[in-house]
């Protein structure tokens, strides 16, 4: 259910995002988040949001994208969105990592556990991290995931994909 609220926030984040008029000036925005806080920052189409409980740690970065990370039971989580893109990772132990660049690109890591899994996504692909049941997915020309405690790991590009698992 957690995979589903984080591709859903993405979604309409990435929507809010799309269907806002252009701003002048690129806005680059950190939030950072510990001892159970919630940070979140707007500044036009760019945005930042970090959750954690007590014992995590989320930082996440809206360089003209949007970032979000969640960080639970001691996790260390790292969401960035950059040039149009949207980053979002959530897990509990480990560190989960999501890097989304360029127009239309989403990243999504969300694990339960884990040492790391991350998912990078460039202009218009998708890269998705998950527990077992999900796996990794990657689409488009320019994704990459990996999930280093099941060993599951997907490269896209505009040559084809590979999967493992």
């Known amino acids: 259910m957690k995979m589903l609220g984080v591709i859903a926030c993405?979604?309409?984040?990435?929507?809010a995002v799309v269907g806002m008029?252009?701003?002048?000036?690129?806005?680059?925005?950190?939030?950072?988040?510990?001892?159970?806080?919630?940070?979140?920052?707007?500044?036009?189409?760019?945005?930042?949001?970090?959750?954690s409980s007590t014992a995590g740690?989320?930082?996440?970065?809206?360089?003209?994208?949007?970032?979000?990370?969640?960080?639970?039971?001691?996790?260390?989580?790292?969401?960035?969105g950059m040039d149009g893109g949207v980053g979002a990772s959530e897990g509990g132990v480990g560190m989960p990592t999501a890097v989304g660049v360029g127009p239309k690109s989403v990243a999504i890591t969300s694990v339960g556990t884990g040492s790391l899994s991350?998912?990078?996504?460039?202009?218009?692909?998708?890269a998705l991290v998950g527990d077992v049941p999900e796996g990794v997915l990657c689409q488009g020309n320019s994704a990459f995931a990996i999930n280093v405690m099941t060993g599951r790991a997907c490269v896209a590009t505009g040559f084809g994909s590979w999967r493992t698992g």
């Open 10 to 15: 993405s979604a309409m984040a990435l929507g």
């Open 21 to 51: 008029p252009a701003t002048a000036g690129a806005a680059n925005l950190e939030c950072h988040s510990a001892d159970g806080k919630n940070v979140t920052r707007i500044d036009g189409q760019v945005a930042c949001g970090a959750d």
């Open 57 to 80: 740690n989320a930082t996440a970065y809206g360089i003209n994208g949007i970032g979000y990370a969640k960080a639970v039971e001691g996790a260390r989580a790292l969401g960035i």
């Open 118 to 126: 991350l998912a990078v996504a460039l202009g218009g692909s998708q």
